[in-house]
C-alpha cells in the first residue's frame, strides 16, 4: 500500500485540532517516504487503524513536510510512533514494530 494513499494524514496546520484536541485517544505515526523502516511498519499501523479505528485515531505526519511537529515532539529518528490521550503523550515506540508490540502499545489508551 501507498503510503500516502494510507489513512489520515495530519499536519503541522491542523495537528493540534486533530491529535491535542481529539476526544479519543490518538497514534501519531511520524514517517518519511524514503524511510525504509516507515514503509515496513506503516501497513501495520494502517492494519491497526482497521482493528481499533472505532476506538482510536490513527494517523501519520510525514517528518519531511511538517518540521514543526517534528521539531516539538523531539522526533530524531523515524518511524516513531506516539501515542497520545487527553491531548497529552503517554508513550512512545521507535523503530520497526512487531504488529503484537504495537497491539500492545495500543490498548495502554483504551
Known sequence: MDRE???FHVS???FEDEVIRSNKPVLVDFWAGWCGPCKA???IVDEIAKTY???????????DENPQMTAAYSIKNIPTIILFNNGKPMD??????????????VSKAL
Open 12 to 14: 503541522d496546520l491542523n
Open 5 to 7: 494513499q494510507s489513512f
Open 53 to 63: 479505528g472505532d476506538r482510536i485515531k490513527i494517523v501519520h505526519l510525514n517528518v
Open 92 to 105: 512512545t515506540l521507535v523503530g520497526l514494530i512487531p504488529e503484537e508490540r504495537l497491539k500492545e502499545f
Open 41 to 43: 511498519v506503516g501497513p
